[in-house]
């Protein structure tokens, strides 16, 4: 059952902390996907992987992928949730939700049908609330980006044309991920995820982008690089699958952050969140290629693919480090123009050299002299 709470910012928008096990099934979803995708991922959505049933895992990939990659129709679900708090009750209710989708493209994102989450989170990825174009055929607008892309159109859009199936399979995923891999763990990590929003949810907000920043432990938050708003609502929800990441969502005038929920609220002590912080850092610094990248920004800032063209590896290779290194808060990102730009943070200079101090000894007493 989602607990809620809501504060109010300067600026007056809706502020709520959202503790919710559909919202958080769906993100276990997600990241348990992401695992041989992005780096840094560790712990439960690992193991996971390697335990689900190859049919279980193959439906999970296609559906997070399709049509035209990650986050897929799943994703562009699991963002329609913040628009229908009717469905963080349960997985019943989340399930009865897909069920009662429409077959077709819906008026907006955040009604889609089972058709518009494929058309939405490839035609309409920035989360705008209406289409694009109001006169636009869905199935030749999904058509052209896949032909741009140079998928298998044919194969795709088979799929897209049987709604029905699609909505089906939908359906399957959730109720077979959450019997055969998350019931289990709800005992676990309900209580951690509780404990973090009870905690934020008492804290004052100020500044919505840095507040942001400071729940996912970055320099900057999506707020104040890609996801310039502001929102009529911000939901923030913890969760323990992102690592260093985070995951967020726009739907009209809607914004909602799943963060990484602190260490200490799992691990139970209180240096539990700057020790897997630092140790997330230098396990970034573990590899050759991101150290390359690093030394070519100590030049000055760089835009994602002059980055590509200069260190020599695959552009996914170096999407990956970049937003590993993001993550972690070894480096900055901002965005301009539809351009990533990246440069080194500063700051971690002296979080890193502060780490030396593990090697000083430890001042011991002097023993005392006998009494003569």
């Known amino acids: 059952?989602?607990?809620?709470?809501?504060?109010?910012?300067?600026a007056g928008p809706t502020v709520e902390f959202v503790v919710s096990i559909p919202i958080d099934l769906m993100n276990a979803m997600y990241f348990t996907h992401?695992?041989?995708?992005?780096?840094?991922?560790?712990?439960?959505?690992?193991?996971?992987?390697?335990?689900?049933?190859p049919d279980l895992l193959q439906e999970l990939d296609f559906l997070y992928s399709f049509p035209k990659g990650q986050p897929g129709v799943m994703g562009q679900l699991s963002d329609t949730l913040w628009a229908?708090?009717?469905?963080?009750?349960?997985?019943?209710?989340?399930?009865?939700?897909?069920?009662?989708?429409?077959l077709g493209v819906g008026d907006t994102a955040a009604n889609s049908g089972v058709q518009g989450l494929a058309f939405?989170?490839?035609c309409n990825p920035f989360g705008e609330s209406e289409k694009p174009d109001a006169g636009i055929d869905p199935r030749a607008a999904l058509r052209?980006?896949?032909?741009?892309?140079?998928?298998?159109?044919?194969?795709?859009?088979?799929?897209?044309?049987?709604?029905?199936?699609?909505?089906?399979?939908?359906v399957r995923l959730i109720e077979r991920f959450y019997e055969e891999h998350y019931r289990e763990e709800i005992p676990n990590r309900l209580p951690c995820l509780e404990r973090s929003a009870a905690e934020n949810r008492s804290r004052p907000i100020g500044d919505i982008a840095e507040f942001a920043a400071q729940l996912t432990g970055r320099p900057n938050s999506c707020l104040s690089e890609v996801c310039e708003g502001p929102y009529a609502?911000?939901?923030?929800?913890?969760?323990?699958?992102?690592?260093?990441?985070?995951?967020?969502?726009?739907?009209?005038?809607?914004?909602?952050?799943?963060?990484?929920?602190?260490?200490?609220?799992?691990?139970?002590?209180?240096?539990?969140?700057?020790?897997?912080?630092?140790?997330r850092v230098y396990k970034a610094?573990?590899?050759?290629?991101?150290?390359?990248?690093?030394?070519?920004?100590r030049e000055r800032e760089m835009y994602a693919q002059e980055i590509v063209d200069r260190i020599g590896l695959h552009q996914s290779v170096v999407s990956r480090h970049l937003n590993f290194l993001k993550a972690v808060g070894i480096l900055r990102g901002r965005k301009v123009n539809n351009m990533k730009f990246y440069s080194i943070n500063t700051d971690m200079r002296d979080e890193l050299s502060q780490t030396l101090e593990l090697f000083a000894p430890v001042a011991q007493p002097s023993p005392k002299g006998d009494a003569r």
């Not at 969760?239 to 990441?245: M, R, T």
Request: glycine share 6%; aromatic share 8%.
């Open 144 to 170: 052209k980006e896949l032909e741009e892309a140079e998928e298998p159109v044919g194969q795709l859009l088979a799929v897209y044309d049987k709604p029905e199936e699609l909505r089906d399979r939908i």
């Open 34 to 53: 992401l695992v041989t995708e992005a780096d840094g991922i560790e712990g439960w959505p690992v193991e996971v992987r390697k335990q689900m049933a």
């Open 285 to 297: 610094l573990s590899d050759e290629g991101r150290l390359r990248i690093i030394s070519l920004l």
């Open 120 to 122: 939405y989170v490839t």
């Open 233 to 279: 609502t911000y939901y923030f929800s913890p969760s323990l699958d992102v690592a260093p990441y985070n995951s967020c969502s726009i739907l009209g005038d809607i914004h909602g952050l799943i963060y990484p929920c602190e260490p200490r609220f799992i691990q139970g002590t209180a240096d539990a969140d700057e020790t897997a912080r630092m140790a």
């Open 84 to 102: 229908h708090p009717e469905t963080w009750e349960s997985v019943d209710a989340l399930v009865d939700y897909v069920r009662n989708m429409p």
């Open 1 to 10: 059952m989602p607990r809620l709470n809501t504060s109010e910012a300067k």
